[in-house]
């Protein structure tokens, strides 16, 4: 999906190309499992099958960082620059006009999993702000080409359909 919410919002590709991960349990009917990841797959949905706790330690890395992050650095703008919000800023933000409501119930039922991803993501922000205090461009350059390499590795539109 998107950021946005309600049926106006709504696409007949939303689903396109997306990926789709189901978490069945030993509880799950084998029939069942089939009949829902057919109707993902008709939908035009890439389906991985993965077991609930490793979606979840996952979503905390990949979808919930994300969000954190950007509502974190929307929070880190003091009001008198705002007017002066680049392209950049609105990019980087632009999730954190996501649900505060569905995020903070998100962060409450995977707590565990996203304070591991927090602390990860404040040590490289530390170690970024270490670098850049004592005037090291090579850890900078390190960091930031590594950080380049996994970026562009994303497969285009196999994860975010909302290019």
């Excluded at 797959?41 to 979606?55: D, L, Q, Y």
């Excluded at 002066?84 to 933000?93: E, H, I, P, R």
């Excluded at 632009?94 to 569905?102: G, K, L, N, V, W």
Aim: aromatic share 6%; proline share 4%.
């Amino acid at each position: 999906g998107s950021e946005k919410k309600g049926v106006e919002y709504s696409r007949d590709d939303l689903f396109a190309n997306a990926q789709c991960l189901m978490t069945p349990t030993d509880k799950t009917l084998p029939v069942t499992k089939e009949k829902i990841k057919h109707m993902w797959t008709k939908i035009g949905a890439h389906v991985k099958i993965i077991s609930p706790e490793v979606h979840d330690e996952a979503l905390s890395f990949v979808s919930h960082l994300p969000h954190l992050s950007a509502f974190g650095l929307i929070n880190s703008i003091p009001d008198q620059f705002m007017e002066f919000a680049s392209q950049g800023l609105k990019d980087a933000t632009r999730i954190a006009s996501s649900s505060p409501e569905m995020w903070s119930d998100i962060c409450m039922a995977n707590a565990k999993n996203i304070v591991v991803s927090l602390d990860q993501y404040v040590k490289i922000l530390s170690d970024i702000r270490n670098a850049i205090a004592a005037k090291d461009q090579e850890t900078l350059l390190t960091s930031f080409t590594n950080a380049n390499t996994k970026r562009n590795g994303i497969l285009p539109d196999a994860v975010d359909n909302n290019n």
